[in-house]
């Protein structure tokens, strides 16, 4: 799915992703399409009770749903497989910037996270890989126009790959099989 992102501003809404275990279903879902609060639990490690708490949770605030029962199974999946949300504080709506400030903490940290893994374990990685990777700073001086025009190029940029998270029959051979890689 491409096009504009699906903005969200509700503080409790933003609130419902700014919790580590809850963007970690997320991602799995992502990854596997559909999956029941038991295979969560043994993907990410932690109780079934748990799992199925948190699931409710992002079910709650619609970024999730119930999809077709298997036997006595009832997995859960994504609401919107290939939409990207667009989580920007709105000065009419009352706490949504403390919202936003909670989860792009989290975010930042769950990247940092995942690049340190893969640092981590570089060393056995394919060379291939090693020469692909780039981790880079910049520091430059733009008004909020230009940022806004930086966010909206590399925004461009990643479009290409959308749509290969959801559907795996669009990924190309040699890529990574699930996201708890890095790079993704």
Not at 12 to 34: K, M, Q, W, Y
Not at 75 to 88: I, S
Not at 107 to 135: K, S, Y
Not at 167 to 172: E, L
Request: hydrophobic share 40%; proline share 7%.
């Amino acid at each position: 799915m491409t096009g504009r992102p699906t903005r969200i501003s509700d503080p409790e809404r933003i609130r419902a992703l700014a919790h580590p275990l809850r963007l970690e279903l997320l991602d799995h879902l992502r990854d596997v399409g559909e999956a029941t609060a038991t295979e969560c639990a043994a993907h990410v490690g932690e109780s079934v009770a748990s799992c199925s708490f948190h699931l409710r949770m992002l079910a709650k605030y619609g970024f999730l749903e119930r999809a077709e029962r298997r036997g006595k199974e009832k997995p859960w999946r994504v609401v919107e497989q290939g939409a990207h949300l667009d989580a920007r504080p709105d000065p009419r709506v009352p706490g949504s910037m403390h919202a936003v400030q909670e989860l792009a903490a989290l975010t930042v940290t769950r990247e940092a996270d995942r690049v340190a893994r893969f640092l981590a374990r570089a060393v056995d990685e394919p060379q291939e890989w090693i020469e692909a990777t780039t981790i880079t700073t910049s520091a430059f001086w733009a008004t909020a126009e230009e940022l806004a025009e930086l966010g909206s190029q590399v925004q461009r940029l990643t479009d290409r790959f959308q749509g290969r998270r959801s559907d795996p029959t669009t990924r190309p051979v040699g890529a990574p099989v699930t996201s708890d890689c890095w790079p993704p």
